[in-house]
């Protein structure tokens, strides 16, 4: 950003103006989290450091508007489940705006919502390196660029090409998925270290994805 020197006195609009230009670089992570597993918090955790982020926001989503819809189970036991996974991280928070304002959760409008009420963050909007080429089909994408930096977590098999602009960031490669977890826990196979030991242990009180979907 290029040095302005002021030769009149400072009036109060430019302070108010200056007061506003420090940022909070804030990350979010996004998904249904149908269940969030070891996976989800390696790539906050990776994504928080690299970039030097003040946090990461968990955002359960309410309805994803998927190209292929996914089953999930009610939003209050995601939402516990998530906040079950972070609560020993001191910069990783749950943010529940999208099960709050429920429907399809557009990406587009959520960011506007966020801004409206934190002008003062700076948004890093995580995504894995399999949704890059979905970006093109993103509700308002041209308009969402504008408004965040989207973080793309590299993965095997995926191109590190887009024709919007990504930050890529690199971490340790853990095949792990929720889907695959919900599969261990039909079949009766053990989830131990897939998941938070909080996670596991809901699943197994609450009884969650004991049938197929």
Not at 6 to 34: C, D, H, W, Y
Not at 176 to 204: D, E, K, M, W
Request: charged residues 25%; contains cysteine.
């Amino acid at each position: 950003m290029p040095v302005v020197t002021f030769q009149q006195p400072i009036v109060k609009p430019v302070l108010q103006a200056e007061s506003i230009i420090k940022k909070k670089r804030i990350g979010i992570l996004g998904g249904t989290f149908n269940p969030p597993h070891i996976g989800h918090l390696i790539i906050a955790e990776q994504v928080y450091e690299q970039l030097g982020l003040e946090k990461i926001l968990f955002m359960p989503d309410a309805n994803p508007p998927h190209v292929d819809h996914k089953e999930a189970i009610a939003a209050q036991h995601r939402q516990k489940m998530v906040k079950a996974s972070i609560k020993d991280n001191p910069h990783f928070e749950l943010e529940d705006c999208e099960l709050k304002r429920g429907g399809v959760s557009y990406t587009f409008d959520t960011i506007k919502q966020l801004l409206a009420k934190h002008p003062e963050y700076e948004i890093y909007f995580i995504i894995g390196g399999d949704m890059v080429a979905y970006l093109p089909k993103w509700h308002r994408i041209d308009e969402l660029v504008k408004l965040v930096h989207f973080v793309g977590v590299k993965r095997v098999g995926f191109p590190l090409e887009s024709k919007y602009p990504i930050m890529w960031v690199d971490i340790p490669l853990i095949q792990i998925s929720s889907t695959g977890v919900r599969q261990r826990v039909v079949h009766n196979q053990s989830i131990r270290y897939l998941v938070p030991s909080a996670v596991q242990q809901y699943i197994q009180k609450e009884g969650l994805y004991r049938e197929k979907n």
